[in-house]
């Protein structure tokens, strides 16, 4: 029985260190996965409740539908859409809600090496970026680096090229490049304000985004990732935003972490950086007679971010229990160092269909 509870634990580990490992993470998806060919639809869905000091509120955060297209077996589509806080909902002059598209690409492969990609690419700067949905990730809320430094969801209009190398007799070193529109002036009040048009560059200077994944063994990974281009209109000032994560997967236990800084020239406050780090273990195994591969998974996490004028550092205490790999129900405690009110309980659920 222990030997079994090991290997069920072992395959809800390997979930989070394949994303991190995989060419390209938005094939691993379980409609693909366990679809075929042809044209499919997926998706994720979470909802969550607040309560703390400062709201105690339901919300339902994201409804994501996922589509995947067979042209033939070189030739795909894939996008992802983005419903978030019940969409676009009028009310007092303003919306509270989104629409829009997270993620549209034709790739042709030519060989496992060697993918080209267009359209609104996933920009591959910071490990969470590319694997930030939902079920995936044993905490509800993301971590503050992937919010402030690395805006996640960091998606760009542009094109390039992906693909995984085979160095050695166990080790994979996966690369993607790509040249996007890039950030606007908004940074210079937050870098999520400084997002792009995937329609139009507010100038004629293209940015260059990449990443370097290399895992030397199954269960470690170490990346290295970064984002540079002109960010304002006149194209002379230049943003670099870089970072390196990292993720260790043995038997029950799961350690991951990221360390991302941007850089910003003219800006009052040129210089914001932050890291996280992350443990989780995995335990009680199939103890629940109706749910045979259901898994509880216990984390904390710790964040801090400085942005110059003002710092942030956040604990979060969380148990999740999956009654199926695609499905997690979550509870965490976050506390706050600088903004008390703030701390408290987040209840969630997330699931891939």
Known sequence: MRRICILIALSFASLNAQAQTAGDTQYEKPYIEQGGSGTLLGGYIDHELFWNEKKKTFDQHRFIPFIYGEVNENIHVLAELEFEHGGLVKGKGETD??????????D??????????????????????IDHDSPRNDLTNRPLTARQIVPTTLSEAGMGFYGTFYPGDVGVLDYELYVVNGF??????????????????????????GRINFSPLIGVQMAGSFHVGAYDDAGDHNLGIYAVDANFNRGPFEVRGEWAMASIDGAMHDERSGYYAQVGYHFGAGTLQAFPHSIFTASLRYDSIDLGASQERRTTLGLNWRPVEETAVKLDYESYKEDDQKSGLVFSIASYF
Do not use: C, H, W
């Not at 492969?109 to 996933?122: K, M, P, Q």
């Open 108 to 129: 042709i492969t030519f060989s496992e090496a060697l993918t080209y990609r267009s359209g609104i690419v996933l920009s591959p700067v910071g490990g969470f970026n």
């Open 184 to 209: 606007n002036e908004g940074v210079i009040l937050s870098m999520r304000s400084g997002r792009g048009s995937q329609k139009s560059d507010n100038n004629d200077e293209k940015s260059l985004t």
């Open 97 to 106: 809600g989104e629409i829009k598209i997270e993620f549209a690409v034709l």
